[in-house]
């Protein structure tokens, strides 16, 4: 693995928010992580690129545990998720614990169909959080309204655009107030008039402040907002850094990506 | 085809169904409620039969796979007799004809509507549970927030078909001494031998209750549809849905005076034309001018 002189990253006060150990995960005998290791710290934008089988959306899913690794841990806020390595003790959490401050926008934006914009946004507040209806709703308007989308409110998934429905998935995630954004290549299942939309919004999500990782090719967004950009291939992180790795890459597997994508 | 009308009308009496309604009414009256409670049982052992038979548990899982094809493969009618006379009269167990025949089609029902469910269940995106778990809700809030209200909009075409055949299936009853519409009227022709008018009447009766049905899952899926709650004027005229739009103007308002005060964050879209493309007026006072309004 080559690591890049990371300004961005080195500059940080460094404080961990998500450490990945050693995760290993495999489907049946197709070894799609071997080992991987990544520390996410507060604040910091992470962007996973890569060729497709490389592992980079099932790394990001085994961060709220959608996937649950074979080995390794995951540790969050203090607490150890996964089965851990060989002789370790430490406080273990359950998924769930996990999963409410860690909030994932997917490539297929996954929104509830028979529930309107609202109300997907509202669900997890009431159900999870039992925040009584009216406030939830209030508190869901609120970041329907972040995202540009308050005058859809009552609109169903169906009737919103691709690029509408991946800001109300994003207001869904946000409204929990997560601790960290995971983003599933988000942009890959939308029209191409319909990206920039989706971008400007995680771009503006970024200059809050808050911790995200996202997985895309969407090599500008990467450029202007990754401060760690990590190149992935069969179930390892080959190369990592900077904005700098997408002009001068290391190694030969980086380079000939980013060539075959630019 | 005429003489036959002709004939008809000379020797058949249509008053004489009119004056035994008593007969037929009861016997209606009964019917609809085995069908009722049979199908309603049903439902809520198929609903179960449907997630045991999805277990991935290695003993549950083939024990739902013998009761669905064990159910489904005796003839109906066979297995109302076999456990009214076959078991209830044999080992005498003190249950009535009417129990033991909403008994046995409760059974049946419950193995057709559980493979009914399951495909419902299993046709929803994988995606959607993964999206209710990544927002922190429990496996349990998953499966009766998230993917039972879709399933069910999925299941109620052939559910209504079911529900169907439960009421044509009810009439199998008569056998076992269940005096319901089919029972009461195959004794009235056979004391009065008026056995067109009788039966014609019957059949009409069927066809009027399953018409009935028929229209009712037509209702169920169009207020089941997804419209856009704000701009729809297909449920306008209800009551409902006009409080429902009046309560998210309300919000959308709310928000925005937020806002302008400054209290709420900046919005991460970057633009405001959806927000000058609302309409704040409350349906209250639009229906004020509409009634002042002389025509």
Redesign the interface.
Same mark, same amino acid.
């Given at each position: 693995m080559t690591v890049h002189s990371g300004d961005a990253a080195a500059s940080r006060t460094s404080a961990p928010l998500v450490k990945l150990r050693q995760i290993h995960k495999s489907f049946g005998s197709n070894h799609v992580l071997k080992g991987v290791d990544l520390t996410v710290e507060k604040g910091q934008h992470i962007v996973i690129f890569g060729p497709s089988g490389s592992g980079k959306s099932t790394l990001l899913r085994v961060m709220?545990l !959608?996937e649950a690794p074979q080995s390794g841990s995951v540790w969050f806020d203090g607490k150890e998720y996964g089965p851990g390595m060989a002789g370790e003790k430490l406080a273990k959490g359950r998924? #769930?614990a996990l999963?409410?401050q /860690? $909030?994932?926008v997917?490539q297929?934006f996954? !929104?509830?169909?028979?529930l309107?914009a !609202?109300e997907n946004v509202a %669900?997890?507040l009431r #159900? /999870?959080k039992s925040i009584h209806r009216e406030e939830a *709703? +209030?508190a869901a &308007?609120?970041y %329907?309204? #972040?995202? $540009? +989308? +308050?005058?859809? +409110? $009552? =609109?169903?998934p =169906? !009737?919103l655009s691709g690029g509408q429905q991946q #800001?109300v998935?994003?207001a869904? &995630?946000l409204v929990?107030e997560p601790q960290v954004m995971l983003f599933d290549e988000p942009t890959s299942a939308l029209d191409p008039e319909l990206v920039g *939309?989706v971008l400007?919004?995680m771009r503006? %999500?970024a200059e809050?402040g808050m911790t995200m990782v996202v997985v895309t090719h969407e090599m500008g967004f990467a450029r202007e907002v990754g401060d760690l950009n990590i190149f992935m291939d069969e179930g390892t992180i080959v190369e990592q850094g900077d904005a700098g790795i997408f002009s001068d890459a290391q190694e030969p597997r980086t380079r000939a990506f980013i060539k075959a994508i630019l | 085809m005429i003489s036959f009308l002709l004939v008809a009308q000379a020797t058949f009496r249509w008053e004489f169904i009119w004056d035994n309604r008593v007969i037929f009414l009861d016997g209606v009256r009964l019917t609809i409620f085995i069908a009722l409670v049979a199908f309603t049982l049903a439902t809520v052992a198929g609903l179960g039969v449907a997630l045991l038979r999805m277990s991935k548990n290695r003993i549950i899982q083939p024990v739902m796979a013998a009761y669905i094809n064990i159910f489904r493969a005796v003839p109906l009618l066979v297995f109302i007799v076999f456990v009214y006379y076959g078991i209830a009269i044999q080992f005498e167990l003190s249950i009535t004809a009417i129990q033991a025949g909403i008994f046995a089609l409760t059974l049946q029902y419950s193995a057709w509507l559980g493979e009914i469910f399951r495909s419902g269940i299993q046709a929803i995106p994988h995606g959607q549970r993964e999206a209710a778990l990544s927002v922190g809700m429990s496996r349990v809030q998953t499966f009766f927030r998230v993917i039972l209200p879709q399933a069910i909009r999925i299941v109620i075409p052939p559910t209504g078909n079911m529900f169907i055949g439960m009421i044509k299936d009810s009439s199998l009853v008569y056998l076992i001494g269940v005096p319901e519409l089919f029972r009461v009227s195959f004794r009235l022709a056979n004391r009065t031998f008026r056995y067109f008018e009788v039966y014609l009447a019957v059949v009409l009766i069927y066809l009027f209750l399953t018409t009935a049905v028929y229209f009712g899952v037509k209702y169920l899926e169009r207020r089941f549809a997804l419209v856009d709650l704000l701009t729809s004027k297909s449920r306008s005229w209800s009551p409902l849905s006009r409080r429902r739009v009046e309560k998210l103007r309300a919000l959308q308002l709310a928000v925005t005076v937020a806002k302008e005060k400054g209290k709420t964050e900046e919005d991460l879209a970057g633009h405001t034309a959806d927000i000058e493309s609302l309409e704040y007026e409350p349906l209250a006072d639009k229906n004020q001018e509409e009634g002042s309004t002389p025509t």
């Open positions: 709220n !959608l998924p #769930r999963r409410k /860690v $909030g994932m997917f297929q996954n !929104l509830f169909p028979h309107t !609202l %669900l997890a #159900r /999870v *709703e +209030l &308007a609120t %329907l309204d #972040r995202v $540009g +989308l +308050l005058a859809k +409110l $009552g =609109s169903y =169906s !009737l #800001r998935a994003i869904r &995630a929990m *939309e400007y919004t503006a %999500l809050t | -």
